[in-house]
């Protein structure tokens, strides 16, 4: 990880832990300016998310790291996603 982490977001399963706030205004509402993410939410746990649109429309820099999407699903194997 950076040492500079208050430019930065890492959320896991983080939509769980913020109800009934989303992910997205807590991000907006840090003023954090960058986010990196492995895989969008899936709609067994967010109906239509559009976090990663409404950040990049508030300026907030949304980055996906694809490779890390397998293991990333891992912890809803169980779920049948």
Do not use: I, K
Request: with cysteine; aromatic share 4%.
């Amino acid at each position: 990880m950076s040492a500079d982490l208050d430019d930065h977001a890492w959320l896991l399963r983080a939509v769980a832990l913020s109800r009934p706030t989303t992910c997205t205004q807590l991000v907006l509402a840090a003023g954090l300016r960058r986010v990196v993410y492995a895989y969008r939410e899936p709609t067994l746990f967010v109906a239509n998310c559009q976090g990663v649109e409404v950040l990049a429309e508030h300026g907030v820099t949304v980055v996906q790291l694809r490779t890390l999407a397998a293991a990333a699903c891992l912890v809803n194997q169980h779920l049948d996603l």
